[in-house]
């Protein structure tokens, strides 16, 4: 009898389970069967019985329990819908080593939710809010340069820009400080002076560094030809006179001249918008004057007002390859630091140029920037008329610094200024005065976006003069031009077909650079590149200027796929690329000579897109090693949006591993293997290292290489949802094979530098819309660019009445 009714059981079970949705019956748990807890639809059955065997109240892995999240009420939790759809859609969940259910039914719950989400926000979408904007450090150049046409480097006043969403830009991280607010200031005044002259301004001193890191060897764009090393750049002369300039040279603890191993005399050229103003003799022994390094000054030489390409570089006596390992680089053996290796050199080395004056100042010579200020020039001592010709100058620098149209009522606090300036010094120190005023105004450092009238209860169109700034710092990364203005003023930008000839105007301009400059730089984080600094000993051939000419690649890249209106996905596949004779031999590309770049095609289907880029590959490495966590971690979070957990805190370093078993050193990939054996670690691990694994056989230089401490490069892995790895093709593929992923992560980012607020998940209806219209075009450049452009979220923004009910709803009121 019992053995009948554990058979009759069993066929009733078989029977529910038969029931379930085709391929599921292997998943549902007869537990929850026998209670009647399997659902009707594939969506939900994944959540009840896949996804909630972690996430569930008990666990709580993600900080996140489904047990009572429903399909088809998603859109009133979308927050947790989107971080669904963002795993699902990477392919991420279920993670390795669950059992998952058909692809195509993981893709049925992605779109389930979308839908579920996306038809709630339709009927009401939210553009979301950003607090006001302040000019950040490449904002506020680039709209010195615009205003008057000057080149300053706002470091020198305004402190590090905080990083928020990957960007440099996100306004609710912009914090004033007194400190700020003294930078501005500052900034204000000094470039105020060096817009017009300042015949009465007293002797300062200006230094300007040469990276340690900096090869020496050969010429330095911007010297004259016939010299190696030294220092190029663009210096302010704030008024005629003289100037003396003070060179320091490397000087190293061996004893010998600037580290040389070779004692011979040099002479170093201080030339001045390419004419010979000195010629320098150095005594090798004169490193014995000063035991800091070698200094000498010129003496005083002559120079205009105004901005002048000022370079110190040392005559070229030789050719040929020669050790110059100069930089500092920490090494270590057996896990023990050593110390520092300073290297050997041949050659000496500029350390820094001091400009220091003017002294005998003679007055303030004719300058472009001066001419683009003093607009007009009244008679001395005709106060009326200066009076005029100082209100015009003050209304037309005003509204350009204001990006708006001006009234009175800024005109006028602004001529008292010039009043109070005149009275003392004269009409031109009067203009100066007012500049000052202009550039120190919060109407020109923040970015104010006023609600039209009363509609400061939710959403509402921003003003069209605002739309010009907010597209004009998206495309230019500076302020709006004559034309964008205008077209703000007449109705261009009211409706899309507007939006988009202004856009496709501005993609035309040089000043479009800024995309590839500006987004694509901090999007790929190319600034990590700056952090990395190769082993001088293990890769020699690596100094700053190969770094300098890796990030160029890359911009170049993003900016021709933008100015031809390429797909998105030639990011990846591009069997071309941008170089010059430096990186061309690097890589080891025939053919290339010269220091300008140029398109190339590689010669075989190894390199392909930005993951062959060295910008990418050393700035995800260590100093003596590759990081396959740290390249796999970067797939991971720039391009499928899929941040990885940070480790435990009790997790060792990979350091910690041993680098050497049975008298050879370990790989790479071994010494993973043995990290990863910790069952802390390896749950994270499968994910992350195979992706950063199909790139070992690039070094951290980013050079090709078959051998990894004498052992065939092993690039072999498994993806986390079990798709075979080979290499950097194989990983390209993948990654392709995910290109609604892609896609969205480059929205993400996108948008959000060009609203310059983190993109949250009430904006991911709007992120889906987009990279569905431009799939329709092929996924070009401009398709996503013109989404962004034309989206409700760059177009309006809220009042306080969104506000008010999302912070009720957050505390449960």
Known sequence: MKKLLVALSCIALWGLVAALPAGWSRFAPPAAQAHGLVPDTIPQTIVSQVCTNCHNDRRLLGNMSLERFDVETAHLEAETAEKMIRKLRAGMMPPPGVRRPPAADLLELAETLETRVDAAVADRPDPGARSFQRLNRAEYERSIRALLGLDIDASAYLPNETISAGFDNIADVQNLSATLLDGYLTAASEISRLALGDPVVTASETEYEVSRYAEQRQHVPGTPIGTRGGISVVHNFVADGDYVFRLAFQHESTGNFFGQT?????????????????????????????????????????????????????????????????????????????????????????????????????????TPTR???????????????????????????????????????????????????????????????????????????????????????????????????????????????????????????????????????????????????????????????????????????????????????????????????????????????????????????PGVAGTHFRKVDYADDFRRGVLAHGSILTSTSHANRTSPVLRGKWVMEVLLGTPPPPPPPDVPDLEATEEAEEGRFLTVRERLEMHRASPACRSCHRVIDPLGLALENFDVTGAYRINDQGRTVDTSGELYDGTPLAGPGDLRTALLSRRESLARTFTENLMAYALGRRVEYFDMPTVREITRAAETDDYRMSAFILGVANSPAFLMSRGDAIVEEEADAGSGS
């Open 262 to 366: 070779t004692p011979f005399d040099e002479q170093v050229e201080l030339s001045i918008d390419g004419e010979r103003r000195a010629l320098i003799d150095i005594d090798r022994w004169m490193h014995r004057q000063d035991p800091n390094g070698v200094q000498v000054e010129t003496e005083p030489v002559p120079v205009t007002a105004g901005p002048h390409r000022v370079a110190a570089a040392f005559i070229k006596r030789f050719d040929g390859p020669i050790e110059d390992l100069m930089s500092p680089h920490e090494w270590s053996l057996a896990d023990k630091k050593i110390g520092y290796s300073h290297g050997i050199t041949v050659v000496a080395h500029l350390r820094d140029l001091t400009i220091r004056g003017p002294f005998d100042v003679a007055g303030v010579s004719e």
């Open 371 to 589: 001419a683009r200020v003093l607009t007009c020039r009244p008679e001395a001592g005709d106060t009326a008329a200066e009076v005029r010709c100082a209100r015009e100058i003050v209304a037309r620098l005003a509204a350009q610094a204001y990006r708006r149209p001006v009234d009175a009522g800024d005109i006028d606090p602004l001529l008292a200024l010039y009043e109070v300036g005149a009275a003392d010094e004269g009409f031109e120190v009067g203009i100066r005065t007012a500049l000052q005023g202009i550039l120190a105004s919060p109407d020109f450092i923040f970015r104010f976006e006023e609600p039209p009238g009363d509609a400061t209860e939710g959403p509402y169109r921003i003003a069209p003069i605002d739309l010009a700034s907010r597209l004009a710092f998206f495309l230019w990364g500076m302020p709006p031009d004559e034309q964008l203005i205008e077209a703000a003023r007449t109705g261009g930008l009211g409706d899309a077909a507007g939006i988009e000839t202004q856009v496709r105007r501005m993609l035309g301009h040089p000043n479009a650079e800024a995309l590839a400059s500006r987004f694509a730089a901090q999007w790929l984080r190319l600034q990590d590149l700056d952090t990395v600094h190769p082993d001088a000993l293990r890769f020699p051939d690596f100094y700053e200027q190969l770094a300098a000419d890796m990030r160029r690649e890359t911009e170049l890249l993003f900016e021709h796929l933008v100015r031809e209106d390429r797909s998105l996905f030639e990011l990846l596949t591009a069997d071309y690329t941008f170089v010059n004779e430096r990186l061309a031999r690097h890589y080891g590309i």
